[in-house]
């Protein structure tokens, strides 16, 4: 339900089928669910994050910490195990296309944003620290073809599940109110360039529209 495509007035067609998108009414973007998405996780990896919320390849924020702390963590190895298996054997997905922005002349030094305000914990190459804070190279946020995780996850902050195999996680702060809506856009651009391979072109008018928020 979540990992799937829409299709007209929400539905779910077969050519959809985990192959990602926008979730109805969250407001976040789910990565497709195949061998492609889920390669930089090996087996064993994968199978712990499901359980724990928590590897060296990505983290689980949003609707996504909710589902483990709700019922995945309860998995048992072999359980979780078995879904790794499965969900790395799905044939890759055709890649979505991405929402052409119009070309901007940015005003804000998304670099700059960058290194004052997220280099301690993600590194200046973006490899974040093993055990502490996630990388952003290649992380979903980074390479969705939807940025709304990004700038979701830099105005609000996020915490992964708490789990009997992470028991003290991480979390990453809110930016609303230390940043204006113009270093928001400017340092989602700049990560999803050097880290993900993605054109980006958001403007401050972009964020202040997530969730109708004005930030001054």
């Known amino acids: 339900m979540c990992h799937s495509r829409r299709g007209e007035y929400g539905s779910l067609p077969a050519e959809g089928y985990l192959a990602g998108g926008p979730m109805p009414w969250l407001r976040w973007y789910a990565p497709p669910l195949d061998s492609a998405q889920l390669a930089r996780y090996s087996e064993p990896q994968l199978a712990a994050y499901l359980r724990s919320g928590q590897s060296d390849a990505g983290a689980a924020y949003g609707p996504m910490?909710?589902?483990v702390y709700g019922g995945l963590h309860v998995l048992t190895e072999a359980d979780a195990a078995a879904m790794a298996h499965w969900l790395k054997s799905i044939p890759a997905h055709p890649p979505a296309a991405t929402p052409q922005q119009p070309g901007i002349t940015e005003q804000v030094d998304g670099a700059a944003v960058y290194k004052r305000a997220c280099a301690d914990c993600h590194g200046d190459d973006g490899n974040g620290k093993t055990g502490q804070y996630p990388a952003?190279?290649?992380?979903?946020?980074m390479t969705a073809p939807d940025p709304i995780n990004a700038v979701r996850m830099v105005?609000?902050?996020?915490?992964p599940p708490t789990t009997e195999a992470n028991p003290q996680p991480y979390s990453m702060p809110p930016f609303v109110y230390q940043l204006s809506a113009a270093e928001i856009a400017a340092v989602v651009n700049y990560t999803r360039r050097e880290f993900g391979q993605r054109s980006s072109a958001l403007i401050a008018t972009d964020v202040e529209a997530d969730e109708g928020i004005v930030i001054e």
């Open 65 to 67: 910490a909710e589902v």
């Open 136 to 141: 952003l190279r290649e992380a979903v946020a």
């Open 155 to 159: 105005l609000y902050g996020g915490l």
